[in-house]
């Protein structure tokens, strides 16, 4: 299982510790996306994290689109079925998002590809960027519904 990650909020008022993390976690700027394994580690890391960003398990469906249409080689080139099945064992997006959710790869473990997505804002706005998602905002923990909040940010 794999896990994504976004950053909802900016960098004002962040205390340096929570700032770390997020920096490890490679969530630098507000909008920005990583796909990361589900291990105890990261799980601690969001936990830290959560009052600035929001996560989910990622579907198979959702990560070929934002490989497709947001990931990015260095260089601001595109990715597409070919650079995978150059770089990869992979002979597709499709396939490789397959094999990035049930962990036999990692996203940055491809060649030249950049580790996160920087999408837009998303469509209709965040429910709210103060409150946690069981509260009615856009924070913390969301499960499966992070698949809807990435589509309509990509």
Request: charged share 30%; aromatic share 6%; proline share 4%.
């Amino acid at each position: 299982m794999a896990y994504a990650a976004i950053r909802v909020r900016g960098h004002s008022g962040v205390r340096h510790d929570v700032e770390d993390t997020m920096r490890m976690l490679r969530l630098t700027r507000a909008n920005h996306c990583v796909i990361l394994p589900e291990t105890e580690e990261i799980k601690g890391m969001l936990m830290k994290a959560k009052d600035y960003i929001t996560w989910g398990e990622v579907s198979e469906e959702t990560l070929a689109r934002m490989i497709k249409f947001r990931g990015r080689l260095m260089g601001d080139k595109p990715i597409d079925d070919d650079v995978v099945k150059d770089n990869t064992p992979f002979g597709s997006i499709m396939a490789l998002s397959k094999g990035i959710v049930k962990g036999e790869t990692k996203y940055s473990d491809m060649k030249d590809v950049k580790p996160l997505f920087r999408l837009s804002p998303p469509k209709k706005g965040y429910e709210g960027v103060k409150r946690g998602f069981g509260a009615g905002g856009a924070l913390g923990y969301r499960g499966e519904e992070i698949n809807d909040l990435i589509s309509r940010m990509i």
